[in-house]
């Protein structure tokens, strides 16, 4: 087998054994290129289905594009496609994008950390417990409808990758949060030789990382091989620049590329010429330790 190869068996091997032993399982998908990938080798490791739901949530600020490629993709699949929002704060206006042009130091001035707490780390732990909304996509209609399971999803597969950012180079294959979905980087189970520890207390919340060994690069050369379709924002369109990590539109940056397909990125990350940018460095968000704080509090 070659690197791939090997990874894929493994991830395989991570879904197979997530799907053994958790009841409640769910998978999140933000339409990024990693956790497509997660998609595709979940509907490998089930022979063409996805035995559990696809949760997404919805800032409303997400490109137009990004929500159009999962709706087609969700009903070609037949995925059980579920979307997760905070509309209560998109009501209210509360959010970086609707307070932006206020001055600094307006008690109603929101930050992007802040926005991102609420209808990102907020909305998926209310989606996930139960507590928050949850709208199913009907196959038949293509419409998003109001779904009638409340029950909690225990196990919660994410595409994070350790070496995307730092924090979640902290991570574990199954990793446990705490009933608010809060990590705790202190207490987490050794894995050593492939031993996952799966055996959980009942009710307790666990993240599984099936993506956790891959690089970038192993996922673009996983896109090319397979053939996996992707959003387009991934790609030059002209102006020499493209997005190398997929987020709300207010809240991220393109950078100077002018890769134009899947062989051009590939090109392009063993160039070395990215060596020295942090892949999500468009993410304005994350900021100095933003995101590992926003994962404490449950984000992905």
Partial sequence: MDHLD??????????????????RLCMLWSIGKDSTVLLWLARKAFVGNVPFPLVHIDTSYKLPEMIAYRDRLAMEYRLTMVVGQDAATLASGRTFPATKGLPDGHPDKVDRTACCAALKAGALSATLNGTGLRRKLNLETGE???????????????????????????????????????WDIGDQPPEFWNQFKTDFAPGTHVRIHPLLDWTELNIWEY?????IPTVSLYYDQGDGTRYRSLGCGPCQNPIQSRAKDVDDIIAELKSGKLKNI??????????????EELRKQGYM
Avoid: C, M, T
């Fill in 278 to 291: 942090a892949e999500r460095s468009g993410r304005l968000q994350d900021g100095k330790h933003g995101l």
């Fill in 6 to 23: 090997q990874l894929e068996q493994q991830s395989v091997y991570i879904f197979r054994e997530a799907f053994r032993h958790f009841e």
């Fill in 223 to 227: 896109i090319k091989r397979e053939n």
């Fill in 144 to 182: 998003y409808q109001d779904w009638h399971d409340r029950q909690p999803w225990h196990g919660v597969i994410v595409g994070a990758r350790a070496d995307e950012e730092g924090s979640r180079s902290k991570e574990r294959y199954f990793s446990p949060r705490d009933r608010n979905n809060q």
